[in-house]
């Protein structure tokens, strides 16, 4: 069995506003800490969002996004209404007009965010763990992981079933 690594953990990193002043983020991998975990990939950014009432996304030219909410939702993405929720994301060019209409209650939401021209290809948010899944983000918490801990797996690595996740190949 490998030696499992977090990276990175939601409850010790201090949140941020959104670019727009809308809400607010808590970054577990930025574009530039991306290059060194992953060099032969195209920059990636990892961000965990608060949703607490409908409004305006913050527009990130130059990404492509992938956008996992913890509930219910519906995004207005270039005027077209589109449904996620857990287990059903979205993706969407970071320059997209994107407004939040519709919120079944407050929730959280992974924003993976990777370089435009490098495109999701690599780089995808699975619905779960896998044996190819180089980095895992955890879902819900248990007595050795927080929610929304960021870990990178060695061969062999698993998690245990009851534990929610998403993988990143």
């Known amino acids: 069995m490998g030696a499992m690594r977090r990276i990175a953990s939601f409850a010790y990193i201090t949140p941020a506003a959104w670019a727009n002043g809308a809400g607010e983020t808590t970054e577990l991998v930025s574009l530039a800490e991306s290059a060194a ?4 990939r195209a920059r990636w950014r990892l961000s965990i969002a608060r949703l607490e009432r409908p409004g305006p996304f913050s527009s990130l030219p130059g990404v492509d996004r992938t956008f996992l909410p913890t509930a219910e939702v519906v995004l207005e993405i270039s005027g077209t209404p589109h449904r996620a929720g857990p287990g059903r994301p979205l993706r969407f060019p970071g320059d997209s007009e994107v407004v939040l209409t519709e919120l079944s209650e407050p929730c959280f939401a992974v924003n993976l965010m990777v ?3 490098g495109s999701l290809q690599g780089l995808t948010m ?40 998403v993988g990143f190949d």
């Open 126 to 165: 699975i619905p779960a763990p896998s044996g190819t899944a180089r980095f895992v983000l955890t879902l819900d918490s248990d007595e050795q992981w927080g929610r929304f801990d960021l870990l990178e797996l060695d061969t062999g690595d698993e998690l245990p079933d009851r534990l929610g996740a």
């Open 115 to 117: 370089e435009a021209g």
């Open 37 to 40: 975990l992953t060099p032969d």
